[in-house]
């Protein structure tokens, strides 16, 4: 029987595996691949936002073709409607009754792309399935595979067209990740690879589904010290009282941020949860959970430099391995 340690040690084997396969399509951005592969396994949904070229979609591609999971892509669209997402209740007239013919929603990874496209209404269309992994069609409470994430996508510059996705929304999101643009280095590479194609679509899965679960499960049982935890929830509390915020850090943020730090820890080959785990994954976790002040905005600030000094305004408890 394998120790908790050979479990971590397998854990942080297969994600190396998974980011190096990944970046073979991403190059230059192994922080924002990594960081990635971390929301998957904290059992997250992943929010991209850049500019258009940067790999948004790509990444989300590969993320999901490098595993042997079900995988649907929604392209969002000002008409698309609710049941484009989750699914129809198709009249049968053999047995005279209504079935329900399951939507894109249903597969182990869901590609929304450009979600800020759609309607209120539409982005509503996956509140339950990203808070709770079921979808209720007809009074009838259907699961979604296991494990399940959506990825979406979505461009800050072109903004006609578009709605703003609520609080709600934005806070199902375990993390927001800008990709940025590569390094010239990495830009030059991308042309000598791509130039007969996306890369993309020549990657081949490295996981299996099993595999997937097996290491989530595994990332539930790393260990989070009451200290750590005091921690997370003293972060989450700073935020709430800054002068530059309207809205702080939830206690869903800081559940969050537990998540990710478990996630990390397990990525990095340990058992336990430190300090260092809850700095590296707060800004992708808790900026995009505040709203700033109108004055703070005009004057430049952004969520990440504010949650950054939240983070470096809490002592570092000392009880436990930095």
Same mark, same amino acid.
């Given at each position: 029987? %394998?120790?908790?340690?050979?479990?971590?040690?397998?854990?942080?084997?297969?994600?190396?595996? @998974?980011?190096?396969?990944?970046?073979? %399509?991403?190059?230059? /951005?192994?922080?924002?691949?990594?960081?990635?592969?971390?929301?998957?396994?904290?059992?997250?949904? @992943?929010?991209?936002?850049?500019?258009?070229?940067?790999? /948004?979609?790509s990444l989300a591609r590969a993320l999901a073709t490098s595993i042997s999971l079900s995988w649907h892509r929604i392209q969002f669209t000002p008409d698309l409607l609710p049941s484009d997402v989750t699914g129809v209740a198709i009249y049968n007239q053999a047995n005279g009754e209504f079935e329900f013919k399951p939507g894109p929603v249903f597969a182990n990874v869901v590609l929304a792309d450009e979600i800020n496209r759609a309607s209120p209404k539409t982005q509503s269309a996956l509140l339950e399935?990203?808070?709770e992994a079921t979808l209720t069609a007809d009074g009838t409470v259907h699961e979604m595979a296991r494990p399940f994430m959506v990825v979406a996508t979505q461009n800050p510059i072109d903004m006609e067209g578009t709605y703003i996705l609520p609080e709600a929304q934005l806070d199902r999101f375990l993390m927001k990740l800008a990709v940025g643009y590569p390094t010239v280095e990495a830009e030059a590479e991308i042309l000598r690879t791509q130039k007969m194609g996306p890369t993309v679509t020549q990657l081949s899965p490295v996981l299996s589904a099993q595999d997937v679960q097996a290491m989530i499960d595994v990332v539930k049982q790393v260990e989070v010290a009451p200290a750590l935890e005091q921690y997370i929830v003293a972060i989450s509390a700073a935020t709430r009282t800054m002068s530059e915020l309207r809205l702080g850090v939830s206690p869903r943020g800081s559940l969050a941020l537990l998540r990710a730090a478990r996630g990390c820890a397990a990525a990095e080959g340990r058992t336990f949860v430190t300090p260092e785990d809850v700095k590296k994954m707060a800004p992708v976790v808790l900026a995009h959970r505040v709203i700033l002040q109108p004055d703070a905005e005009l004057q430049g600030r952004t969520g990440a430099e504010i949650v950054l000094r939240a983070v470096q305004s809490v002592p570092v408890p000392r009880s436990v391995p930095a």
């Open positions: 029987m %394998a120790s908790p340690a050979d479990d971590i040690a397998r854990v942080s084997h297969d994600v190396d595996r @998974l980011c190096q396969n990944i970046g073979y %399509a991403i190059q230059g /951005k192994p922080d924002v691949v990594r960081n990635a592969v971390i929301c998957l396994l904290a059992e997250g949904h @992943l929010l991209i936002e850049d500019v258009p070229g940067t790999g /948004k979609t399935v990203m808070e």
